[in-house]
């Protein structure tokens, strides 16, 4: 049986569309229409299961009435969406998901492959500023995709928030005795040292997205 020819989408059924995805992508199941109304800024349910009605039609999901959260999308989609939540960078700590990416407050999304992300979660995604890491390949613009970890092994490319500094760094993470050796890749750089109790890991680097001007 052939599937619907595929209609163009408004801008509501965009939006609906962009927040199931990303609530599977996080929660792992479908969202519910009570859901997709909150999440979307919707005022009523009905307009919900009408816009879904149309999708429907439209040959973009399957609805399974007799399950209460019952959509499918009917492509088999290679891409989730991840968190962009801020920058490698002076200032701030970086507000790394807990548990659950979805509960990461943040407007920006960014849609990779899933063989990038390997099977993993509590993935987000921080933009690369400076070129400390420049012999890694690792440029400033540059997009990094971090694991949620708050523990490394010598050698993992971490990102670290150094309480005493103020400031998030990357770096490969070295414990050498009684201090942790923070190793630029870069040449013309100079290695942060510093005291095990100055450092809290925020996450693993997993993949490099590279920004061409």
């Known amino acids: 049986m052939s599937l619907p020819r595929k209609k163009a989408l408004s801008f509501k059924q965009k939006n609906i569309v962009n927040f199931i995805r990303e609530y599977m992508d996080a929660k792992g199941y479908p969202p519910s229409i009570r859901d997709i109304a909150k999440g979307c800024g919707v005022s009523s349910t009905s307009v919900v299961a009408y816009n879904l009605n149309k999708l429907e039609q439209g040959g973009y999901i399957r609805r399974h009435g007799e399950i209460s959260r019952g959509i499918e999308f009917l492509?088999?989609?290679?891409?989730?969406?991840?968190?962009?939540?801020?920058?490698?960078?002076?200032?701030?700590?970086?507000?790394?998901?807990?548990?659950?990416?979805?509960?990461?407050?943040?407007?920006?999304?960014?849609?990779?492959?899933?063989?990038?992300?390997?099977?993993?979660?509590?993935?987000?995604?921080?933009?690369?500023?400076?070129?400390?890491?420049?012999?890694?390949?690792?440029?400033?613009?540059?997009?990094?995709?971090?694991?949620?970890?708050?523990?490394?092994?010598?050698?993992?490319?971490?990102?670290?928030?150094?309480?005493?500094?103020?400031?998030?760094?990357?770096?490969?993470?070295?414990?050498?005795?009684?201090?942790?050796r923070l190793e630029p890749a870069n040449r013309h750089i100079k290695p942060i040292y510093t005291t095990p109790h100055n450092v809290e890991i925020q996450g693993k680097v997993i993949a490099v997205i590279r920004h061409i001007s």
């Open 75 to 180: 492509n088999n989609r290679k891409t989730v969406y991840v968190p962009v939540i801020g920058e490698i960078a002076a200032g701030a700590p970086i507000p790394v998901p807990d548990s659950d990416v979805g509960h990461v407050i943040t407007t920006k999304r960014l849609e990779v492959s899933k063989e990038l992300i390997r099977g993993k979660q509590n993935i987000y995604a921080l933009r690369v500023k400076g070129d400390s890491m420049l012999d890694a390949l690792i440029s400033d613009g540059d997009t990094v995709l971090m694991e949620h970890v708050n523990s490394a092994e010598n050698g993992d490319m971490v990102a670290v928030w150094l309480k005493k500094e103020q400031e998030v760094t990357l770096k490969r993470f070295f414990l050498e005795s009684d201090h942790i």
